[in-house]
């Protein structure tokens, strides 16, 4: 059975916020900072090596200066039809 962190939505979802990241100009050092974690953290998660929940997301998205309902929604906007579980 294979993990889902590695669906397409999962990387949709890793991929977006990397580039939201980046739009904001915001290094992993930083965002770490400000979320009071280490490099490595942000470093696992945009590598799909550690799984963010919902509550992360929420943090990250506060941290980068989104609103975290608005964010999610472009993202799942990317999502396939049929999101696998």
Request: glycine share 2%; net charge positive; hydrophobic share 45%.
């Amino acid at each position: 059975m294979s993990s889902s962190v590695f669906t397409d939505a999962y990387r949709i979802l890793l991929a977006s916020l990397i580039a939201t990241r980046r739009e904001a100009r915001v290094s992993q050092t930083e965002l770490a900072t400000r979320l009071g974690k280490t490099q490595s953290f942000v470093s696992q998660i945009e590598r799909g090596v550690r799984r963010l929940d919902v509550i992360e997301f929420y943090a990250v998205a506060k941290a980068l200066d989104r609103d975290p309902a608005t964010l999610f929604a472009s993202i799942a906007d990317k999502f396939p039809p049929n999101v696998r579980i």
